[in-house]
């Protein structure tokens, strides 16, 4: 494993913090926290712009606590459930209803009754990509029983939010809590405090500025699921990396599943690289990443042995809008493996 000098390392930490600085300056961004670090134990992290800039602004910090969104996914569902697998709970290859058996119960021979724990952690599954499921009510319960009761549409294997929600119910169900019930593991909860939180969106549904509260509206709906709904800082997501790098954060088995391709993008639950993938074209092929839709990102290199997240307020106050995350997102990426200019 060829580790940096500390020359290296600073050098292409300030390289990369510089292409963050160059979004925020050209207010494609309001601001964002980029950290990395290494096998060595060397931590960088540096803050850039403002946390909020409606309807007041405030300074972005290096403790500034983000809607990590997607991250979500491989923070919090994908170990404990691969955890579950380890424990002999589950069986990554059998069927949801193993834990749902109340999946499709109308139908014995309906498709989704067929989709494994696996499957969904690969996003090899025929569930469409997203879907408006809090615009069919508020009442977390009912919308349970409207996810796991409704007839999905049948496609192609796609990237799907509905794969870790079906992953969040049975997760709860095997563990007999509610999500938001659970420890959200260390650094990291489900909501902040306002004032320490980046803003996300002026949400047209809910009618406010969201801040330190879930932006995803499903997760907003259900109060809660393994798609996203996940709060923490630079600094919790790159202990969490670490612990994946030397080994401490979860088993060697999960860790090998997590870097285990399932396809030509995704791992169980990450993805390795693709040409034009969000980690920048200079990643080990050792690298596994994931991405999360409020401007976040985490990317974690076992073949040289270091991680970087890049934490971004990109969607405040609206998504509609070209934030540029995903250049930008590369650009760190390969300033970080080494790049020089752009």
């Known amino acids: 494993m060829a580790t940096l000098s500390d020359d290296a390392f600073a050098v292409r930490f300030d390289r990369a913090f510089e292409a963050l600085r160059q979004s925020v300056d050209a207010k494609k961004i309001p601001g964002g926290v980029l950290g990395l670090v290494d096998g060595a134990g060397r931590r960088e992290v540096r803050a850039v712009g403002a946390a909020q800039i409606v309807p007041k602004v405030r300074p972005m910090k290096r403790e500034t606590w983000f809607d990590l969104a997607s991250l979500t996914k491989v923070i919090f569902t994908t170990p404990r459930i691969l955890a579950l697998a380890d424990a002999g709970t589950i069986d990554l290859d059998a069927p949801l209803i193993t834990a749902l058996p109340d999946l499709r119960q109308y139908d014995?021979?309906?498709?989704?009754?067929?989709?494994?724990?696996?499957?969904c952690l690969g996003h090899q599954t025929p569930f469409p990509a997203v879907e408006p499921i809090y615009t069919y009510g508020r009442d977390p319960e009912l919308l349970r029983a409207f996810v796991l009761q409704r007839e999905w549409c049948h496609g192609p294997p796609v990237y799907s939010d509905?794969?870790?929600?079906?992953?969040?119910?049975?997760?709860?169900?095997?563990?007999?809590?509610?999500?938001?019930?659970?420890?959200?593991?260390?650094?990291?909860?489900?909501?902040?405090?306002?004032?320490?939180?980046?803003a996300t969106e002026d949400c047209t549904w809910r009618h406010r500025v969201l801040?330190?509260?879930?932006?995803d509206d499903n997760c907003s709906a259900l109060q809660g699921t393994g798609h996203a709904g996940l709060f923490g800082t630079a600094d919790a997501v790159l202990d969490f990396a670490q612990g994946l790098l030397d080994g401490t954060g979860a088993s060697a088995n999960a860790i090998a599943l997590m870097r285990q391709p399932l396809s030509d993008k995704r791992t169980?639950?990450?993805?390795?690289?693709?040409?034009?993938?969000?980690?920048?074209?200079?990643?080990?092929?050792?690298?596994?990443?994931?991405t999360g839709f409020t401007?976040?990102?985490?990317?974690?290199?076992?073949?040289?042995?270091?991680?970087?997240?890049?934490?971004?307020?990109?969607?405040h106050p609206t998504r509609h809008f070209d934030s540029g995350i995903v250049r930008l997102r590369q650009?760190?990426?390969?300033?970080?493996?080494?790049?020089?200019?752009?």
């Open 108 to 119: 014995a021979n309906a498709w989704e009754r067929k989709v494994t724990f696996r499957q």
């Open 162 to 198: 509905i794969n870790f929600i079906m992953l969040g119910f049975a997760l709860e169900r095997l563990v007999g809590k509610t999500i938001r019930a659970m420890d959200a593991g260390p650094g990291f909860a489900f909501s902040a405090d306002p004032e320490l939180s980046a």
């Open 211 to 215: 801040c330190g509260e879930v932006h």
């Open 268 to 290: 169980h639950g990450f993805e390795h690289p693709y040409p034009d993938w969000s980690g920048g074209s200079r990643c080990s092929q050792g690298t596994i990443g994931h």
């Open 295 to 315: 401007g976040t990102g985490l990317w974690i290199d076992f073949d040289s042995g270091k991680a970087w997240t890049l934490l971004t307020n990109r969607i």
């Open 331 to 342: 650009e760190v990426g390969n300033r970080i493996n080494g790049a020089t200019k752009a």
